[in-house]
């Protein structure tokens, strides 16, 4: 098993970097750099750049406006995307729904619904989780009853990130009740348009809103929304698990936060914390515990290429990636000190800070510290992974 990449490789991440120094918009970098939350309009803008280049469906096959790209290649893009500070895609019309579509859909679903994503045009939410319904996602209840040549939706989906920005939603719902849960549960799209849709916003404790509530009251959905089969939706939903998990180690933008942190240590205040024995060690732990994921993430990307899948292993990367990440934006919160209950980015300096001159990063790094405890609670939370490779990897 060969770790490591190709002189062709390396080539290949030259072009990707002078990409983004010299193609992708500067303003939506800075924009993200101190900490604010990007707009529709930024993600419209930074993904129309990416798909000017061709590079916005990385994931995607050929055939389908993808790149075609190997899996190094696909690392590597996002190892600079991460290294110049620009956008992760909004995931839900990319990464979900989009391979579903090509996968399961019709030439009709796919002649409609493809090309908006390809363009960012067109926004897509997830409507998997419910307020009962998380881990154990085949309990799920909201519900599709046949009417006709339509369904009737009604329910509550939760959690539902960029809903206030999405034009469709692609929902997991209840068919039928009879028989194994995870069988009566179809997969179908919604334009947020329909009458009977209603979107509330969940502000979360890092001042942002992405999160919301989506309530359908009899909302009227033509079946030809419907993807596969009615009552197979588990099974288009699972399709591709294992492969998005392996897109939780983010190693670029972890090496960029922690030279952050080094050099927040030595600029703010008297800057003494960087020569602080206690702080140095906390620091090189979690370069090695870096150090060591990008050595995991090489040797999954090397049984990918020699054509194995990600697999269960993905899970340990889950694990590994996601608690790491809150550990690093734990300390890079601490290097700021009290300078970091002063505001979160988005919301306006309160009148009793004065003038104190507050260090630039001290607002997103907390910010990013408090986003960060979620990541070990979506994707399948970090005990489900935990479960998942005692039973199938550990065999216990
Ligand atoms: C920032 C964020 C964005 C999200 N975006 C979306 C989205 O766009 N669309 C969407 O559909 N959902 C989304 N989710 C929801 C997410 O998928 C769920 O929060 C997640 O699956 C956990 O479900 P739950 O919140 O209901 O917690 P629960 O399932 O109730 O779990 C509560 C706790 O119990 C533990 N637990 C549960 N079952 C077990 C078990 N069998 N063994 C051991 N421990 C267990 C869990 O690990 C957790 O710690 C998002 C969540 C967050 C935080």
Redesign the pocket.
């Known amino acids: 098993m060969e770790f490591g990449f190709t002189a062709a490789d390396e080539a290949f991440r030259m072009e990707v970097r002078d990409f983004f120094q010299t193609q992708y918009p500067r303003e939506v970098i800075d924009k993200i750099n101190r900490g604010y939350s990007p707009s529709k309009e930024d993600y419209q803008h930074s993904e129309r750049a990416l798909a000017a280049r061709g590079w916005l469906a990385v994931n995607w096959p050929r055939e389908f406006g993808g790149t075609g790209w190997t899996a190094n290649q696909k690392y590597i893009f996002d190892e600079e995307l991460e290294r110049a500070g620009a956008l992760n895609v909004v995931p839900m019309g990319l990464l979900y729904v989009g391979p579903v579509i090509y996968t399961f859909g019709t030439d009709e679903q796919k002649k409609r619904w493809l090309p908006g994503i390809l363009q960012s045009t067109v926004f897509w ?5 419910e307020p009962g319904s ?3 996602l085949a309990s799920l209840q909201c519900a599709a009853v046949c009417d006709g040549d339509d369904y009737i939706v009604n329910g509550t ?1 939760i ?3 960029q809903a206030q920005h999405a034009d469709w939603i692609f929902c997991l719902l209840r068919t039928d009740n009879a028989g194994r849960k995870q069988e009566g549960i179809t997969f179908l799209c919604i334009d947020m348009t329909t009458p009977g849709v209603s979107v509330k916003p969940i502000v979360t404790i890092d001042g942002k809103h ?2 919301n509530s989506v309530e359908f009251a009899d909302v009227r959905v033509p079946m030809a929304n419907r993807i596969g089969e009615e009552g197979k939706g588990w099974d288009y939903a699972n399709y591709l698990l294992g492969h998005e998990r392996t897109s939780y180690a983010h190693v670029a933008g972890k090496r960029k936060l922690l030279r952050e942190i080094r050099e927040a240590a030595s600029t703010t205040g008297d800057g003494s914390l960087a020569h602080e024995a206690a702080f140095l060690t906390r620091l090189a732990a979690l370069e090695a515990r870096l150090d060591a994921l990008e050595i995991t993430v090489l040797r999954t990307l090397a049984s990918v290429s020699e054509g194995g899948s990600p697999g269960d292993e993905s899970s340990i990367l889950k694990v590994i990636a996601t608690e790491l990440a809150q550990d690093i934006t734990e300390l890079g919160a601490e290097s700021f000190g009290y300078y970091g209950l002063i505001s979160f980015p988005d919301s306006a300096t309160p009148p009793w800070a004065g003038n104190t001159p507050v260090p630039a990063g001290a607002a997103p790094a907390v910010a990013r510290y408090l986003g960060t405890r ?1 990541q070990s ?2 994707g ?2 970090n ?2 992974q935990k ?1 998942i490779i005692a039973r199938r990897i550990l065999k216990l």
């Open positions: 939410a997830q409507g998997y989780s998380g881990s154990d989906k959690w539902t990130s992405v999160l979620a609670i979506y399948g939370s005990e489900i479960n």
